[in-house]
């Protein structure tokens, strides 16, 4: 289905592809791995046709379709005008078959596992439905070639499943796939072949059922790691001491989203939220932050009751959110590295440049952020890469109280060891960390009391040294089973 031969490119500073070839067969799953920077994106770009090598080919004999990274939807436009945006349905004459639309836009997402109306503007979605939308997208593409760019890394465990059972039907109706991600436990359930990029040049292609998780993390990293990140992450976070709590919700409340939310978190503690997609863990941790206040119950820092009605005030108050969608609220694109990286922390009207840019490399290193100048554009790097400047830019504003949204989300598994050393030194400095997670390893691992949210409500509090993923998922699944 898909020839690439001998395929590079340089973009100022770095060369992301270097001579990279690879085939792809008719209905079979290609799964493409390495670490944040390593070139994924680059590679489907141009094989989608967005982007243009420097050298080198790219034959295809179907129709693409590509599932981005960075979602981009048009957010102004419904679901189903995001779906079928460009080949719409059309009556006689080219009128717009709106009925038609709505339908197929309808069943594409059933087929998905998801209720959504296709009327929804888009701006409404929580960024996992987004990402289904994107999905239901591709499917009505038809395309013969679908290249996925880590298209789980938002959605929820049931839509995961919906996904890799369109996978499997897909693959048998011929259809190529190529998948993205950096989660081991997908790559060995869905793909037949695993190519491995590390610095922009071809490392391996091998069959998946001759490789295992070590065998791959070598491939990746290009040495073993001494442990695997998960294990890394347990033996580091020391049992943290029980002061006094810094943030305490009492009754919070906000109408469909939350409600009778209360807890308390306490200086140098991990306290974990588990929940599924649209338990309303975000829309808790916004409120906290002031970016979409509750309707009713307080908040209390250090015992006193305060008002958060906007970021500002969060701020000030010694609280710090790195955001699940770094687009909307995270990174200024256009933007250099370095602003981006000292943008929350600067104060007053002089800059000390040389100041300035000592802090900033000293967070790129700190975070190994892959890049070649810091002042290049923070659009320019790759999306595990942007994920680590809005948490070192987090950092910077030093906040007393950090919550962190799916701070790990894109991050490779390196990478994601370093982050998760960095939580556990942030707590034992003190700092207070709420940490929301979807991945229960990481929960388990890194909490020291863990919360579990389900349709807005907090409805378990777990010892995570205790607590096994399965008893999280009863507690976080709905009821009724829909
Ligand atoms: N438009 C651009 N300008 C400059 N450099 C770029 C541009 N796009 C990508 N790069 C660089 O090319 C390299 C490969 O990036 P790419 O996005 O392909 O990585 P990736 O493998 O997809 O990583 P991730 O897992 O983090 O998504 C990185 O060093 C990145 O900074
Ligand atoms: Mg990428």
Same mark, same amino acid.
């Given at each position: ?175 190529? %796939? ?94 974990? #939220? ?115 400047? #809005? ?65 807005? %409500? ?25």
């Amino acid at each position: 289905m898909l020839q690439v031969r001998n395929l590079s490119k340089s973009f100022p500073g770095v060369r992301a592809l270097d001579n990279v070839s690879l085939d792809v067969a008719a209905g079979s799953v290609h799964a493409l791995m390495g670490e944040n920077g390593a070139g994924k994106s680059t590679l489907m770009r141009i094989v989608s046709g967005l982007d243009t090598a420097d050298t080198g080919e790219v034959r295809c004999s179907g129709r693409i379709a590509m599932i981005h990274q960075e979602l981009m939807p048009f957010r102004d436009l419904t679901v189903a005008e995001n779906i079928f945006m460009g080949q719409e349905p059309t009556r006689r004459f080219g009128w717009l078959d709106k009925p038609a639309m709505h339908r197929e836009a309808q069943r594409l997402l059933e087929h998905l596992g998801m209720t959504l109306s296709p009327a929804r503007p888009m701006r409404e979605l929580s960024v996992a439905q987004m990402q289904t939308v994107e999905i239901a997208k591709a499917l009505a593409r038809r395309a013969e070639l679908l290249i996925m760019d880590e298209p789980t890394s938002a959605i929820s465990e049931h839509e995961v499943e919906a996904l890799f059972k369109i996978i499997r039907d897909l693959k048998q109706c011929g259809v190529a %796939i190529i998948y993205i991600s950096h989660k081991m436990d997908e790559i060995f359930r869905t793909a037949d072949t695993v190519t491995v990029l590390r610095d922009g040049r071809h490392v391996a292609t091998q069959p998946a059922a001759e490789l295992d998780e070590a065998k791959l993390i070598a491939l990746m990293v290009g040495r073993e790691l001494s442990h695997a990140a998960g294990t890394a992450a347990t033996t580091m976070v020391v049992a943290a001491s029980v002061p006094d709590a810094v943030l305490e919700v009492r009754a919070l409340t906000k109408p469909g989203k939350f409600h009778n939310i209360n807890f308390a978190l306490r200086r140098g503690e991990i306290l974990g #939220v588990a929940g599924l997609m649209g338990a309303g863990r975000t829309d808790l941790a916004h409120a906290i932050f002031g970016l979409a206040p509750a309707a009713s119950g307080e908040i209390l820092i250090n015992g006193q009751p305060v008002r958060i009605r906007r970021p500002a005030d969060a701020l000030a108050r010694g609280i710090a959110l790195v955001s699940e969608d770094r687009k909307e609220f995270g990174l200024v694109p256009m933007m250099s590295l370095k602003h981006n990286i000292t943008l929350a922390s600067l104060r007053g009207w002089l800059i000390d440049h040389r100041a300035e840019n000592r802090v900033a490399d000293e967070q790129i290193r700190a975070l190994s952020i892959k890049s070649h100048d810091r002042n290049q554009s923070v659009n320019t790097l790759s999306g595990g890469n942007q994920q680590k400047v #809005v948490i070192a830019k987090s950092l910077l504003t030093a906040p007393a109280i950090l919550i962190l949204d799916e701070p790990t989300r894109g991050i490779d598994i390196g990478a994601k060891a370093e982050i998760h050393a960095i939580i556990g030194r942030l707590a034992r400095d003190g700092k207070a960390v709420l940490l929301i997670s979807s991945e229960l390893p990481e929960l388990l691992a890194l909490s020291d009391r863990l919360l579990v949210m389900r349709e807005g %409500i907090l409805t378990a509090e777990l010892d995570p040294r205790r607590a096994t993923q399965e008893e999280i998922l009863q507690h976080a699944m709905p009821v009724s089973g829909e």
